[in-house]
């Protein structure tokens, strides 16, 4: 039983290079979630998948930031022209199902440290 | 909106001394609260949580009581160890998607 996968676990980038990061979710798990952690903040939430469809993309920053996910599986996390405050661990996490009020855990994976210079 | 305050840190404690790290919520509705706890080098994992008003979570010898009346969550436990030491977050679901609404981290650091 596999937890949830992200790679790359570190990537250093140019300023105004375009990035993907990659989140493998626990099988069978149809929510999926995108957050980012800035160096000594809270979580940001991102995105919100339900399937392959992300009824929830209201955390996304701009329109540089996209995601996508295949089925119920794989999701992709893209940053294009990067900038330097976009340097931040990139968290993926998923959990069972729809979750009917208040009662989910969300299951995190190690996250994606993204370096920008 | 909804948010989630956390006491800063970090906080230093000696092992065996008592714990408390506040936490505060903001929400409409009845949300579910959380603790959850991130040790060196590993990712996010839930500690606790507890769903309705007056509902006490607990583990590993930490306890958290959801007190509606004074919308707060405070992470306790009677005596911490060295294995304690991490970054503990307090978080709130109140939607139908099950998104996390998160506080700042509080860093805990127990030294022998």
């Known amino acids: 039983g596999a937890g949830v996968s992200q790679s790359p676990s570190n990537k250093v980038t140019e300023k105004g290079k375009d990035v993907e990061l990659r989140c493998d979710p626990i099988?069978?798990?149809?929510?999926l979630y995108w957050y980012r952690q800035r160096l000594g903040q809270g979580l940001e939430f991102l995105i919100y998948f339900q399937g392959n469809s992300a009824p929830d993309k209201s955390g996304l920053p701009s329109d540089r930031f996209s995601a996508e996910r295949t089925g119920e599986s794989v999701s992709t996390l893209t940053i294009q022209r990067t900038q330097q405050e976009d340097s931040a661990v990139y968290l993926c996490a998923s959990s069972p199902s729809r979750t009917s009020t208040n009662t989910g855990e969300l299951f995190f994976g190690e996250g994606s440290r993204l370096t920008v210079l | 909106g909804n948010s989630v305050t956390q006491m800063e840190g970090p906080v230093t404690l000696s092992e065996e001394a008592f714990l408390t790290i506040n936490c505060t919520y903001t929400a409409t509705g009845y949300p579910s609260l959380f603790w959850y706890v991130q040790y060196p080098g590993e990712g996010l994992q839930l500690l606790l949580k507890?769903?309705?008003?007056?509902d006490k979570g607990s583990n590993k010898g930490f306890e958290a009581t959801y007190r509606k009346e004074t919308t707060s969550f405070h992470l306790e436990k009677g005596s911490v160890q060295v294995s304690d030491s991490a970054v503990y977050f307090c978080a709130l679901s109140s939607s139908n998607t099950g998104k996390l609404i998160f506080g700042q981290g509080t860093t805990l650091q127990v030294k022998p």
């Open positions: 507890a769903t309705k008003a007056d």
């Open positions: 099988s069978g798990h149809t929510a």
